[in-house]
């Protein structure tokens, strides 16, 4: 089972460029998540979804966008891209029952130069 | 609103020796609680959780983590550390009215075994 893929695991974008992250899972879970991890705060949500068409925002989604037209895709876009977005992307899913661990993709690295 | 803190943000432990991770919570509702660990550029992967009943609750690999309400703490421990178990802990909290069953996370605490 692939479980969460995100594509790329690496990647430099200079100042003002805008890219996709692209993230998706073949569980059939219906709940997905973008979280960004800088050093010594853990990790923060930028944006969800519970389920196709629906999307809300989390703790810090100002300079990202997201789309869920699929259940089994969610990608985060950044349209002008600037230095305090470098960080560590986590993309994850989960079943759309209380409580269910969440699964976690192994991240995308993006440095803005 | 809830919020976590983990209250060390590195423990370096000698190989075999016990390891404490503490993980303390705050909530205006009942909530349920996560360990998650993280290798070395990996994503993260579900240790153990608390959802109801015994307080007491066991990880696969000898880790064990106690519910304690009263203090809202939720401390990982292990009695004999490996090598292996060197990576980064997470504690996060969720609850029965979160939509989408958002979780929030602590800062992480870094553990490194040395032999």
């Known amino acids: 089972n692939a479980g969460v893929t995100q594509t790329p695991k690496f990647r430099i974008l200079k100042i003002g460029q805008s890219m996709t992250l692209q993230c998706a899972q073949d569980m059939n879970h219906n709940y997905m998540y973008w979280y960004r991890q800088d050093p010594g705060m853990g990790l923060k949500l930028i944006y969800y979804?519970?389920?196709?068409?629906?999307?809300d925002k989390g703790e810090v989604p100002n300079g990202y966008n997201v789309s869920r037209s699929t259940t089994e895709d969610f990608p985060l876009r950044l349209e002008l891209a600037a230095p305090s977005q470098t960080s560590v992307y986590f993309c994850a899913s989960s079943p759309d029952r209380a409580n269910q661990p969440q699964h976690f993709g192994d991240g995308t690295r993006l440095s803005i130069l | 609103a809830q919020s976590v803190t983990q209250l060390d943000s590195q423990v370096p432990v000698f190989e075999e020796a016990p390891v404490e991770l503490r993980c303390n919570y705050s909530?205006?509702?009942?909530?349920?609680l996560f360990w998650y660990v993280q290798y070395p550029n990996q994503g993260l992967q579900l240790l153990l959780k608390?959802?109801?009943?015994?307080?007491l609750v066991e990880s696969i690999n000898g880790f064990e983590a106690e519910f304690n309400k009263s203090q809202t703490s939720f401390h990982l421990r292990k009695p004999s550390v490996h090598i292996s178990d060197t990576a980064e802990y997470f504690c996060?909290?969720?609850?029965?009215?979160?939509?989408?069953?958002?979780?929030?996370f602590g800062g992480g605490t870094r553990v490194l075994v040395k032999p």
């Open positions: 909530s205006s509702v009942s909530v349920y």
């Open positions: 608390y959802l109801s009943g015994s307080t």
């Open positions: 979804s519970v389920g196709a068409g629906i999307t």
């Open positions: 996060a909290v969720s609850h029965s009215r979160a939509a989408g069953n958002k979780l929030t």
